[in-house]
């Protein structure tokens, strides 16, 4: 009878060190693109909102002139739009993913042209997965 009993114990520790791992309340979750793209919004009512500042979007460029393509060198995805929409949108990239290191997180100054930097390569797959 007191093997039982100890065991019984044991199973009851068990089982509420198992429900450490449990959240309440559930999470929530919403899928905004495609599976396994973590494309996805979620979110935690246990946990404080985020105090974040974001940028502030910058005024639109009339699509007037030339096309980017025709300007810049190895534009292979927003080659169709005009200079200005594609220094606008640059330039908002910039401000979005990398405020400290500027154009240099993706470009090689010396030559923006370059695919040398991995961030570049990524950066355009995942406009190209956007269009």
Known sequence: MIRI?????????????????????????????????????????RLPVSDAVYPAPLPTVP?????????????EVLGHLSVGEFTRLMTSIQTWVAPEQGCEYCHNLADLASDEKYTKVVGRRMIQMNQ
């Open 63 to 75: 699509a007037l002139g030339p096309t980017a393509g025709e300007v810049y060198q190895n534009v």
């Open 5 to 45: 009993t100890s065991i019984l114990k044991v199973l009851f520790v068990a089982s509420l060190l198992s429900l450490t791992a449990c959240e309440r309340p559930p999470v929530e979750s919403e899928q905004y693109g495609y599976r396994g793209t973590a494309m996805g919004n979620v979110q935690n009512p």
